[in-house]
């Protein structure tokens, strides 16, 4: 297919995902505009729009949106890699051993289930107020999705694939570069993504209980205070807007750069090498 034609496909789906928003926000405006909707309570989208700006700093008053941005997506990004740090091997260190993953897994269904942010007054108790502890939540919000996840993942590669490639003289590298890492990246994506996603839904409950002077959810928390609903509305739509660029530029070009070309490259050559 010719450059320009996938260029405009990319657009057409890009305008598809958009217009649902778009039009949620004009119905919204419209609600609040004809009064259906308390403005105090639930402020247009042009109103947090222009309190947005005035956080940014571009109508003289002091930037602080970026500060508290750049505060939240540092601690979750660092517990997510923590997360798979940790997660990633002992998840195909259980998915290789049958032993392991007998004396594992009742930890891990009871773990599973137990909200992260559960931990937070725990942690505020042994830490104190700060990054380490919203961290440490952020963490343990992440690493279990991600371990079950890798987990699955290995278990579902069968033991054929693994036994071919040992009878034609591989390594146990080569086991793990050629059959068990590509057979469960769809899973190791999928654990990412749920881990990712728990990482950025506790930071903000996180960060309102233990946060300091900044980050988004200490920023929403903030201006509760105040009755502050614009800019706690803000916050808001800044989690939404970063967590969905997350999933999608960050792990949907993952996808498209592993996936989704391997199955092409396999669909065009009926599975030749």
Not at 140 to 150: C, D, H, R
Not at 193 to 219: D, F, I, N, P, Q
Request: glycine residues 10%.
């Amino acid at each position: 297919m010719p450059p320009g034609f996938r260029l405009f496909d990319r657009v057409i789906v890009v305008v598809q995902f958009l217009l649902p928003i778009l039009g949620l926000l004009l119905f919204w405006e419209l609600a609040v505009r004809t009064g259906l909707a308390q403005a105090s309570i639930l402020p247009a989208p042009s109103t947090i729009l222009a309190r947005a700006v005035e956080l940014l700093g571009l109508t003289g008053e002091r930037a602080v949106l970026f500060g508290h941005i750049g505060a939240s997506l540092k601690r979750a990004l660092l517990a997510f890699a923590l997360a798979v740090a940790v997660g990633v091997p002992l998840g195909f260190l259980l998915g290789l051993s049958r032993e392991a993953q007998l004396w594992v897994s009742p930890i891990l269904s009871l773990m599973l289930p137990l909200p992260a942010v559960a931990w937070t007054p725990i942690l505020l108790v042994v830490f104190g107020p700060g990054d380490l502890t919203i961290v440490i939540v952020c963490f343990l919000g992440a690493v279990f999705p991600v371990l079950y996840s890798t987990m699955q993942g290995v278990r579902a590669c069968g033991t054929q694939p693994v036994w071919v490639v040992r009878s034609m003289g591989g390594s146990r590298l080569d086991v793990l570069r050629r059959v068990l890492i590509p057979a469960s990246l769809p899973a190791l994506i999928t654990g990412f993504k749920l881990g990712m996603a728990h990482s950025w839904r506790t930071l903000v409950a996180a960060e309102m209980l233990a946060a300091l002077s900044s980050g988004l959810g200490y920023m929403i928390f903030s201006a509760r205070s105040y009755m502050d609903v614009s800019t706690m509305f803000v916050g808001v739509v800044c989690l939404a807007a970063i967590g969905m660029a997350i999933e999608h530029l960050l792990f949907g070009t993952l996808e498209r750069a592993t996936i989704h070309r391997w199955y092409v490259r396999d669909a065009g050559t009926g599975g030749r090498q």
